[in-house]
């Protein structure tokens, strides 16, 4: 997409709210990269926007329509492919234009940590964000403000891998915790890339294929199965909405300080 220039942008449809805004400034802005943060991608264009893309659950961006949820049309010149195509089923994806560096509509973006494969993301920093919280440590990873790019799967394999309880409070995980669970982030989402991601129902990269890390899975929709460490069963729960997945015996909450 690098370098091309767009010279179409068409919503399929009617889309309310804010997931969708600014596509009619995108004809005649080239896109001058592609970048991430966390799970949204950047494309800064050449007439001062962002384009701005998160797939959601069910997101795809596709140079051929392969299903019958298409939400964008982008006419692309020049090159191979010149239409590209949002598709998204369940429709928690995003596709707009900002201005460009203007997150403030985004707030998930603004406030976005460190990237966890990044030199910037260190231990101790990560120690410092947790004890600037008192919300339980999954809720909190979810946010990505203590860090970017954790989603449901990866914060329950590395919250297990680390031996913290999700609901422990953020504040009070301990240091040595806090200093493997950064670990953990880092080794679990480094091994999901090499394998490409997780493919439970809907992920495809961007060449169609599934990712295969969910045979790698330790505890994530494993609940009633064995505990790869201790044996016992995993658990599973609802924190904050979420499916959660966990050993309560390796993940113990840690005992309230006597007053
Ligand atoms: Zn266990």
Not at 23 to 35: D, F, N, S, T, Y
Request: hydrophobic share 35%; proline share 9%; charged share 20%.
């Amino acid at each position: 997409m690098t370098g091309r220039t767009i010279v179409r942008a068409e919503l399929s449809e009617a889309l309310p709210g804010p997931k969708y805004v600014g596509l009619e400034r995108a004809p005649g802005q080239r896109i001058l990269r592609v970048g991430r943060r966390g799970k949204f991608l950047i494309l800064p264009l050449s007439g001062g926007d962002d384009l701005i893309v998160h797939l959601g659950m069910t997101g795809s961006v596709s140079p051929t329509p392969s299903d019958k949820h298409v939400r964008v049309r982008l006419g692309l010149n020049p090159g191979p492919n010149p239409e590209l195509y949002f598709q998204d089923a369940r429709r928690f994806g995003r596709f707009l234009l900002v201005p460009s560096g203007r997150y403030e509509t985004l707030p998930t973006l603004h406030a976005m940590g460190p990237e966890p494969l990044a030199p910037e993301f260190s231990a101790p920093a990560f120690y410092r964000a947790l004890q600037a919280s008192a919300a339980p440590i999954k809720p909190y990873l979810l946010s990505q403000r203590p860090v970017s790019g954790v989603g449901n799967i990866y914060a329950d394999e590395a919250l297990w891998r680390a031996r913290v309880h999700p609901l422990t409070p953020a504040k009070a995980v301990s240091k040595q915790k806090a200093y493997a669970l950064a670990e953990a982030i880092r080794v679990v989402l480094a091994a999901s890339l090499e394998f490409r991601g997780t493919t439970l129902q809907d992920y495809r990269t961007v060449n169609g294929e599934v990712g295969s890390y969910a045979s790698q899975l330790q505890v994530y929709g494993h609940s009633g199965a064995p505990c790869p460490r201790c044996g016992r069963a995993i658990s599973k729960t609802v924190v904050a909405g979420r499916g959660t997945h966990f050993c309560s015996f390796c993940q113990r909450l840690p005992r309230a300080r006597p007053v």
